[in-house]
Every structure is written in structure tokens, then in C-alpha cells.
């Protein structure tokens, strides 16, 4: 199948810098995806990589290294407001897409 | 633009009833899509649709139907419900560029 995998869990502080790295099965791959999604809330999409290389989009980045079925999001200038979880979404064939089981980020002051 | 609507918000079914999860984008998106969430989980795809008239199949199809009449609506349908579909329902759409827009959610009960 098309699994992912990322890590289940990150701490950091107000002001940090924190790294969410993402694995992905190469067979079909498309692009990929980072969602936000706060307790009892929706997802809400944060970034999309089709290319290899770094997006960025505010106090957010976001990485794609195909060569390595590796991606990760940065975030920057971490704030109270961020903490959530973080789901990596790989698009299969264009239209199948498939997620990671979340990375949960506790933000701390 | 009021984004993706979904209806109702909670729901509890008893095994065996049927009943439908509305879902609506006032954004013309082509794509549309169904996923459920279970706790602690990520989601997972049930059915996608490219275009009116055009669904697919995703990753966890079994108990569900859709149909894609218009560009705006995507329905689904739960057959005969089971406490397995005990489950958040979200449905989305998405633009050209990958950027996918969430509803807020059904919350489904079976007992």
C-alpha cells in the first residue's frame, strides 16, 4: 500500500524552529501535501509541492526531494496559536490521495 | 463564497439504517472528494469525483455510495451503516493548483 510516516509527536518552544519530516511510497507518486488541523477542527491545507525544492508561504516552508521519497515542513517563529496536528498527504495518479497518521505539535511557553 | 458545506453536522444511526451526508462548494472546483477520519488517525479517501458524473473509487470504498450530478454537489450515501462507519466525515474540493478546501465535518454514531 501507500503508507506514510511521520513522527507521532513534537515539542518546542514559543520563538523555535521545528522540522516535521515525512516518508512516502514512490509507486504513482504525484506530489505532496501539508494540512493543519486543530482539536475538533477541520483540515486546513497548507502546502502543496510538485517539484523538488523548498515552497514557502509566510512562517511556513515547505520541502520535496523526490530522488529521496522524503519531504518535511518547517515552521518558523513557532507561537502558541500553532499548536495542532500535521498531516502529510501524498496525491497518487493525480487524484488518490493518502495521509500520514499526524504529527501533533505542542507548543510551549 | 461560503467555501464547502456539509450537513448535518452530528448524526446517530442505528445498524442497518441509510442515510445521506450532504456536501456543497460554491467554488467550481472540478474535484471533489470524501474522507473519513477516525480518532487519533489520519484520513483516508472513500470516493473522488473529477467532474459531474465522474466518480472513483479511493482507499476505503466498502458501504459507500456517491453520484456527482452537478458541480456543486457530492453526496454520500451510507447503504446500510455499520458501527464500523462510526466515523468524522469530512468532504472537500480542490483547485487546479492542489490547494484542497475542507468542510467542517459530519459526526457519525452507529449503534
Known amino acids: 500500500g501507500q503508507s506514510l510516516e511521520q513522527p507521532s509527536e513534537v515539542t518546542a518552544v514559543e520563538g523555535a524552529i521545528v522540522q516535521i519530516n515525512c516518508t512516502y511510497q514512490?509507486?504513482?507518486?504525484?506530489?505532496l501535501s501539508w494540512y493543519q488541523q486543530h482539536d475538533g477542527g477541520a483540515p486546513t491545507f497548507l502546502s502543496y509541492?510538485?517539484?523538488?525544492g523548498l515552497e514557502e508561504t509566510g512562517r511556513f516552508s515547505s520541502f520535496l526531494s523526490r530522488s529521496d521519497s522524503y519531504g518535511y515542513l518547517l515552521l518558523q517563529e513557532l507561537q502558541m496559536k500553532d499548536s495542532a496536528s500535521y498531516f502529510c498527504a501524498a496525491l497518487y495518479n493525480n487524484n488518490d490521495m493518502r495521509f500520514g497518521a499526524g504529527t501533533r505539535l505542542t507548543v510551549k511557553p | 463564497n461560503a467555501g464547502v458545506t456539509q450537513t448535518p453536522k452530528f448524526q446517530v444511526l442505528k445498524t442497518g439504517q441509510s442515510m445521506t451526508l450532504q456536501c456543497a462548494q460554491d467554488m467550481n472546483h472540478e474535484y471533489m472528494s470524501w474522507y473519513r477520519q477516525d480518532p487519533g488517525m489520519g484520513l483516508r479517501l472513500i470516493h473522488y469525483?473529477?467532474?459531474?458524473?465522474?466518480?472513483d473509487q479511493g482507499e476505503v470504498p466498502n458501504g459507500y455510495n456517491v453520484s456527482r450530478s452537478t458541480t456543486e454537489d457530492f453526496p454520500l450515501r451510507l447503504l446500510s451503516a455499520a458501527p464500523s462507519q462510526t466515523s468524522v466525515y469530512f468532504c472537500?474540493?480542490?483547485?487546479?493548483?492542489?490547494?484542497?478546501?475542507f468542510g467542517p465535518g459530519t459526526r457519525l454514531t452507529v449503534t
Open positions: 509541492n510538485g517539484l523538488d
Open positions: 514512490t509507486s504513482g507518486f504525484y506530489g
Open positions: 469525483s473529477v467532474g459531474a458524473g465522474i466518480t
Open positions: 472537500a474540493s480542490r483547485t487546479a493548483n492542489y490547494e484542497q478546501y
